[in-house]
């Protein structure tokens, strides 16, 4: 059962993921075919992350009850 005292809050949050992959083919154009199929080694190096922000915040429309919001 939903409880209605609660308010749904969406946040989004943008991550950057640094990823090097390691493809062995007989040359650069299959390198390429494999690596976009998904194929070779792949690790993560580095990451970045915490750029997020509330996209979607019930309260903003309660403190402006009565105006005209489109």
């Not at 946040?11 to 650069?28: D, I, Q």
């Amino acid at each position: 059962m939903s409880n209605p005292n609660l308010k749904e809050y969406l946040f989004s949050n943008v991550c950057t993921v640094v990823e090097e992959t390691l493809v062995k083919a007989k040359s650069y154009e299959d390198a390429v075919d494999i690596y976009l199929s998904g194929g070779g080694e792949t690790d993560e190096v580095d990451s970045f992350g915490g750029d997020w922000e509330c996209i979607d915040n019930p309260d903003e429309y309660d403190d402006n009850e009565g105006e005209n919001n489109e």
